[in-house]
C-alpha cells in the first residue's frame, strides 16, 4: 500500500476494482439469502469478503484525500493536479470571481473541464474542493459546470449517501450566506451578467436535484438531514421556472428508482412505501404552489408597470386621472391570470399524482419479482402483495386529497 500510495493513478484504479468487486459480492449475498438458495455457510463467508474489501476501500480512500494538500504540479494524474490547483488558485487570487464574470475563458474553465465528464473524477473535485464556490460561479462556461454537477450527482454511478453530501454543500453554498461575496469590490461585478449567472445556476439546481427530489422530504433521513430543511430548500428551487421543470420531470423516474428496491420485510417495506408518497405528494405540491406563486408575481410586476403612468407629473385634470386609474384596473384585471393558473396548476397535479401512481404499481410489481415474492409475470400475485400494490396506488394517487382539490376548483 505504501508503494502504490506514491502512484496516485494506480491508486484510484485500485478503488474502482475494490468499490467493483464488492458490489458483486453485494449480489451475491443477496442471492443466498433467497428461499432454496440460501447458504448460511457461504453468506457468512461472502460477509467477511465484503467487510475486508470496504476497509481496503476506506484505506486506499483515505490515501487519496491526504494526498491532496501534498501535490505539486509534477503529478500527471489529471484530477489530482486539478484539484492541488484550483485550491491554490482560489487561495492566493483574490479575484477569481472578477475573472469568472468577465472576458474570455478562465483557468477554473480550463481546469474543470479537464475532469467534469468522468463521474469519479468529477465528485472527487468537489468533495476536495475546500471552497465550493469556484465550482458552481467561478468558471465563465456554465456548460462546464453542468457538466461537472450532472456527472458528480448521477444516480447510475454515484450512491445516495455521497449524491446527499454533494448535492448538500450545493445548495448550501447557493442559498446560504455567502460570506464570501462580501469580498468582491462593486466595480468588479457586472450586475446584469451576475443576475444571468445566478439564473443559470438556478436552472442547474433543478436538473441536479431531479432525480433526488424524494430525499428532499419523505427520504430525508438517507441524507441525515430534517424533512423541514429539505422542503426549504427545495420549495426555493422551484421557485426558478426552468428548475421547476426539471424537477417535474425527473419526478417519475426518481420514483421508479427509490420503489425497485424495497426491503425484505413487511413492515419495512410498507413504511418505505409511505414515505415515499409522503415525499411525492410533497413535491406536486410546491410544484404546484410555484406556478401560482410565479403567476402572483408576473400580475404584481405588471400592474407596478401600469401604475408607471400615474405616477407621472402629467398634470391632466380630475377626470382624466380617474379614467386612467379605471383603465389600469380594467387592463390589469384582465391580464391576471393567478385564478386561472390555480385551477389549471390543481388539474394538472392531479393528472400527474394519477400517473405517477401507475408508475408506483409498475415499480413495486417489479420489486417483488426481483425479491423472489412473486416468480413470473403472469402469475396471480399474492393477497398480501395485492394489498400493498393497492396501497401503494393509493397513498399516492390520494382520494381525500383529489376530492378536497376539486372542491375547492368548483367552489
Excluded at 450532472?150 to 450512491?159: E, N, V
Excluded at 449524491?163 to 461575496?181: N, P, S, Y
Excluded at 401560482?292 to 408576473?298: E, F, I, N, P
Amino acid at each position: 500500500m505504501s508503494r502504490l500510495a506514491c502512484d496516485p493513478q494506480r491508486l484510484a484504479d485500485l478503488a474502482r476494482i475494490l468499490r467493483s468487486a464488492q458490489n458483486e459480492i453485494e449480489l451475491h449475498i443477496r442471492l443466498t439469502e433467497i428461499g432454496d438458495l440460501a447458504i448460511p455457510q457461504v453468506h457468512f463467508y461472502l460477509q467477511q469478503s465484503l467487510n475486508l474489501l470496504k476497509h481496503q476501500e476506506t484505506r486506499v480512500r483515505k490515501i487519496l484525500n491526504s494526498s491532496f494538500l501534498n501535490l505539486t504540479n509534477s503529478y500527471s494524474l489529471s484530477f489530482n493536479s486539478t484539484a492541488y490547483l484550483l485550491n491554490r488558485w482560489v487561495a492566493h487570487h483574490q479575484a477569481w470571481w472578477s475573472d469568472a464574470t468577465h472576458g474570455e475563458q478562465t483557468r477554473i474553465d480550463v481546469m474543470i473541464a479537464t475532469v467534469a465528464a468522468d463521474p469519479i473524477d468529477a465528485g472527487r473535485l468537489i468533495d476536495s474542493t475546500i471552497f465550493l464556490a469556484p465550482l458552481i460561479y467561478g468558471s465563465h462556461d456554465l456548460g462546464v459546470v453542468r457538466a461537472l454537477w450532472l456527472s458528480a450527482t448521477d444516480p447510475r454511478t454515484t450512491s445516495a449517501s455521497t449524491a446527499g453530501d454533494r448535492i448538500k454543500r450545493l445548495v448550501e453554498t447557493v442559498f446560504g450566506d455567502q460570506e464570501w461575496h462580501t469580498a468582491i469590490a462593486p466595480s468588479w461585478v457586472d450586475i446584469h451578467e451576475q443576475k444571468q449567472i445566478r439564473q443559470q445556476i438556478r436552472d442547474l439546481l433543478g436538473e441536479v436535484v431531479a432525480p433526488w427530489q424524494l430525499q428532499f422530504t419523505g427520504l430525508a433521513h438517507e441524507w441525515r438531514w430534517s424533512a423541514k430543511t429539505g422542503i426549504h430548500y427545495l420549495k426555493k428551487i422551484a421557485e426558478a421556472e426552468n428548475a421547476a421543470a426539471a424537477v417535474s420531470q425527473g419526478l417519475g423516474p426518481a420514483l421508479y428508482r427509490n420503489l425497485s428496491d424495497l426491503p425484505d420485510d413487511s413492515s419495512d417495506r410498507l413504511h418505505r412505501i409511505n414515505s415515499i408518497a409522503f415525499a411525492v405528494g410533497a413535491s406536486t405540491e410546491l410544484l404546484r404552489n410555484s406556478k401560482v406563486q410565479q403567476a402572483d408575481m408576473d400580475s404584481d410586476h405588471l400592474s407596478t408597470l401600469l401604475t408607471i403612468p400615474t405616477l407621472l407629473s402629467l398634470k391632466l385634470p380630475w377626470p382624466s386621472s380617474l379614467v386612467i386609474n379605471k383603465a389600469h384596473s380594467l387592463v390589469a384585471g384582465q391580464l391576471d391570470t393567478t385564478s386561472e393558473t390555480e385551477i389549471s396548476s390543481s388539474l394538472e397535479m392531479l393528472q400527474q399524482r394519477s400517473a405517477l401512481a401507475s408508475v408506483a404499481y409498475m415499480a413495486v410489481f417489479n420489486a417483488a419479482i426481483t425479491s423472489g415474492r412473486l416468480e413470473n409475470v403472469n402469475d396471480d400475485p399474492s393477497a398480501e402483495l395485492r394489498l400493498e400494490l393497492q396501497h401503494t396506488v393509493d397513498s399516492i394517487d390520494n382520494s381525500t386529497t383529489r376530492g378536497q382539490i376539486l372542491a375547492d376548483i368548483i367552489d
